[in-house]
């Protein structure tokens, strides 16, 4: 791939992401980055991320063979505005929304249709901001494209290229269906979330006994509800017809799956959970998907001083990073009494290997 200038307007946590692993894996790229927050700038410029930075859109973007929209939705309009005239011919235009339909509309009204591919990495995390971003929490993830109709086979063919290069997969869905998907798949699921944790707030007695022992499995599929309130806020308000009409589909299905509780129909609530179980393990093992995997494993440990501190020393003498330690209270969804959770699959796999050999007993690795 030639050498390329690309533009960043805005650097959060999925900018930062994209272009620490450009940096990462094309070190010859030029970056140029805008952002409102002066330290996010400085910090990207410090880190050496960022070849140039400004706070304001100007003539320098015109040199950028592709420029990428980071900044919050509710901005596009004002910077495609500021951008518009600073656009080469040649450029390829791309933004990271989770939401393609109102970009489209907006590079339509503004003529820019035969610059525009819509980009969607289906990467995240709990945290944001530029100071959380990381390279690698591309690797292994869905990068959805929704070209317009008008861009040319060329600029598809390079982005494409651009994507697989930093170690994502890039998947081509026109703007409809990737709505539609994401809302199935990605939105939803949040809302959904988040509705288990308020129901629980709700139910729960003074003495906040639901909470104390919300652990294990209620842990594991409420974990996104704690993402970015405005980012949830901003994505129900903009793929609202989709993300309404599959709630109508699933508290359908919630009010079927009543019934047959009500009624106890053994054969239908069998059918119910075992069909999830065999759609579910079929699911790809990968760190790909806007609900990151984590790597995680739990292990049986005598109650005795020093026990937590023997393993954390062990794995720390073998250069193995621990992500998160704790012990597990509610044992109904795991066994082993304690939870270790790690960054990659690499440092889990070498830890199972170290504590086997020392005798431990291993559950759950996943």
Same mark, same amino acid.
């Given at each position: &791939? ?16 994209? %272009? ?9 790229? =030029? ?199 405005? &980012? !949830? ?6 793929? =609202? ?11 359908? &299905? ?31 093992? %990968? ?10 494993? !739990? ?13 954390? =020393? ?22 082993? %009494? ?9 440092? &889990? ?18």
């Amino acid at each position: &791939m030639k050498p390329v200038c690309c533009g960043f307007i805005g650097l959060g946590l999925i900018g930062g992401s994209i %272009a620490k692993a450009l940096k990462e894996h094309h070190k010859e790229i =030029t970056l140029y980055a805008y952002d409102i927050n002066p330290e996010t700038l400085a910090l990207a410029k410090a880190e050496g991320i960022a070849d140039e930075v400004s706070e304001q859109i100007g003539e320098r973007f015109s040199e950028c063979d592709i420029l990428f929209l980071c900044a919050p939705v509710s901005c596009n309009d004002d910077n495609l505005l500021r951008l518009k005239e600073f656009l080469s011919k040649d450029c390829i235009l791309t933004d990271v929304g989770s939401v393609k339909t109102g970009i489209h509309k907006q590079i339509a009204q503004a003529g820019l249709e035969h610059l525009f591919i819509g980009g969607h990495p289906m990467a995240g995390s709990e945290r944001y901001g530029y100071a959380n971003s990381k390279a690698k929490l591309l690797e292994n993830a869905y990068y959805i494209l929704t070209p317009t109709p008008s861009v040319s086979a060329e600029k598809l063919s390079f982005y494409k290229e651009l994507v697989s290069s930093i170690g994502a997969i890039p998947l081509v869905l026109s703007y409809t269906e990737h709505d539609y998907v994401t809302a199935a798949v990605s939105h939803l699921p949040h809302v959904i979330a988040a509705s288990l944790v308020n129901l629980v707030k709700d139910s729960d007695s003074a003495e906040g006994v639901m909470k104390m022992i919300a652990a294990g499995g209620f842990k594991d599929i409420t974990r996104i509800a704690s993402s970015s309130s405005t &980012m !949830w806020q901003q994505i129900c308000l903009t793929n =609202t017809e989709n993300i309404s009409a599959l709630l109508d589909t699933y508290i359908h &299905m919630l009010q079927s799956v009543k019934e047959q509780i009500d009624a106890r129909r053994e054969r239908e609530i069998f059918d119910f959970f075992n069909d999830a179980r065999i759609y579910r393990d079929s699911f790809i093992e %990968a760190s790909s998907g806007p609900i990151k995997k984590e790597y995680a494993i !739990w292990v049986d440990i005598a109650d005795e001083p020093g026990a937590i501190a023997s393993i954390a =020393t062990m794995l720390a003498l073998n250069g193995i990073s621990i992500k998160n330690i704790g012990i597990t209270h509610n044992r109904e969804s795991e066994e082993g %009494a304690l939870r270790i959770e790690f960054y990659e699959e690499a440092g &889990m796999l070498s830890a199972v290997t170290i504590l086997t050999n020392r005798g431990y007993s291993i559950y759950g690795k996943k």
